[in-house]
Each structure stands twice: as C-alpha cells, then as structure tokens.
C-alpha cells in the first residue's frame, strides 16, 4: 500500500517514470549494446552516443520488441480456428486492445501534443518521405482494433475470416511502423543536440509521464525496461531503473512487472501455446483503498 502523501509528492514532481536526463552519458561504449538494437538506424555500425539518440530508443525499441512478438503469434494462428483454440484468440485480442494498442496511441499522442510541438517552437521537423504519419499509423491500428473487438465478441469461435484480416493487415502495419520510427530516429535526435539541452528534454519528458500518468506506467513501462535491458549495459539500466521514484518503483517491481511477465505477455504469446495458460495476476493485499486495486 503507498501512503496517499507519497503519492501525491510523486504527482507534484511529475515524477512517474524514469528520467534518461538521470544518466550522464560520457563514455557511450559503456552504456549502449549496439548489437542488440532493433533499429534500422542505430547499430554496431552507427552506435547511440548520447541523450539524443537515446531518448527515442527508448519508447521505440519497446515497440519495435511487441509487434516483433505480435508477428510472431499472428503467423501461429491457424488459417481455420478450431472452437477449442478459441482461447489463442480471445487473450491475443484482449492483449493488442488493452496493452499494444493504448501504449502506442498514448505514444503517438504525446509526440503530436506535446513532444513535437515543443521541439517546433525552436525548430522544424521535416514532413514525412516515406514513413506513415501518426494519423495513418492510428487508422491502421483501428482496424485492427475492430478485428480484434469482434474476436472477443464472438468468443474467438467461428474467426476464420478475422484470423485472415490480422493476418493481412498486421504485417502491414509492422512493416509502416517500422519505417515511421526509421525516420524519426533518423531526423530527431540531430534536431534536439542543435536546439535543446539534455535537461530541455528532460522536463518535456517529465511532461508526457504526468500526462500519461499511472495507467501509461502499468501498461508501456515493463515493456520499456525490460527491452533497455536488453540493449543497453549493466550500467545504464541500474541508472535508468534508479531514477525511478521510490512510490512508482514499488508499484513497478510488486505489481507491473510481475503481471506483465506473468499475465500481458502470456496473452500476447497464447496463438503460440499448445495449452491454454492460467493467468494469475499479483492478488492485492486487500486493504481498503488499495492503489493498485483502484487502478
């Protein structure tokens, strides 16, 4: 249970996440493993050496991690469900609606409310050549959506023709992404080094995690710390993961992270399961007002 002024302290500093303006970067060979990058941008080649590069690594490997996993389980749906796989189905449908799909809106909105904007008072971001814009990103991810919600209603039986919709339109929109994000790591990160400071940014990120709030943390950060530690070192992940406020912290190693091993990437993986999985999630503690429980 966290005592209601804690909380409240936390809200006031805006502190509801990790803070990359936390972590000095002086030597990034120390603190970047460039061979465990999805990007297409930043590798061994062209390895992340700053804040810059960083900052958009971090929300974009997050993604990048999901939909190669949410490929994954689309390619192991059968082209005709059987009724008793029907499970496969429904917590597939349930995970990309509760989890991928708020994550990446919540991701997409911040940038176009108040992430871009702020960078626009000082600069100007180059229109999009080849990646899809936010909006056509957002349209896609709808119609998967609405595929997924008419999964769910008919209990994941008699799916064929939705199984064939994901099939065509996930890979799609995988593939739309992936090249949305390719630019923008290609022409952010040389606009934010010329225009702002690391601790500009810092307090523009703050932002976002308040707007985002308790909700943003439970759903997208385990997917964000959990890929950090796959590309960044030892050393980076203990500074990224320590500037973490203490009351988030909690939440985050007694009831985020554990559902989100246990149940959120169970359902997301279930089209690869031979057995129907039992989802048990962190049992609240039960007295009244319980944090975790109000959420």
């Not at 082209?79 to 989890?99: G, H, R, V």
């Not at 994941?156 to 923008?184: I, N, W, Y």
């Not at 530690?229 to 912290?249: C, H, L, N, R």
């Amino acid at each position: 249970l966290i005592p209601n002024d804690e909380l409240s302290s936390s809200r006031r500093s805006l502190g509801l996440g990790p803070r990359l303006s936390s972590v000095k970067i002086m030597n990034p060979t120390s603190l970047f493993a460039p061979s465990k990058l999805t990007s297409e941008v930043f590798n061994e080649a062209n390895p992340p050496v700053d804040w810059a590069d960083a900052g958009l690594l971090i929300p974009h490997e997050a993604i990048r991690r999901q939909m190669t996993m949410m490929i994954q389980s689309v390619n192991a749906m059968s082209d005709s469900p059987e009724d008793k796989e029907a499970w496969k189905l429904t917590l597939f449908s349930k995970w990309y609606i509760e989890y991928f799909y708020e994550s990446v809106h919540e991701h997409h909105d911040a940038e176009e409310k108040l992430y871009f904007p702020w960078m626009m008072a000082k600069t100007t971001i180059p229109d999009k050549e080849f990646g899809k814009t936010h909006e056509e990103l957002m349209s896609a991810m709808a119609e998967i959506k609405k595929c997924c919600t008419e999964i769910i209603k008919k209990g994941g039986k008699g799916c064929s023709a939705q199984v064939a919709t994901l099939k065509e339109k996930v890979p799609k929109f995988e593939a739309d992404m992936r090249a949305h994000l390719k630019e923008e790591e290609e022409t952010v990160p040389a606009l934010l080094r010329e225009h702002f400071t690391q601790e500009e940014e810092g307090e523009i990120v703050d932002q976002i995690l308040q707007a985002g709030g308790l909700t943003l943390a439970r759903k997208f950060l385990p997917a964000i710390l959990l890929a950090v530690q796959e590309w960044s070192t030892d050393e980076f992940y203990a500074g990224f993961v320590s500037s973490i406020p203490p009351p988030i912290k909690h939440l985050l190693d007694n009831y985020f992270m554990p559902d989100f091993e246990n149940v959120v990437m169970t359902m997301r993986d279930a089209p690869t399961m031979a057995t129907k999985p039992k989802l048990k999630r962190v049992p609240c503690c039960r007295i009244p007002f319980c944090f975790p429980c109000l959420m």
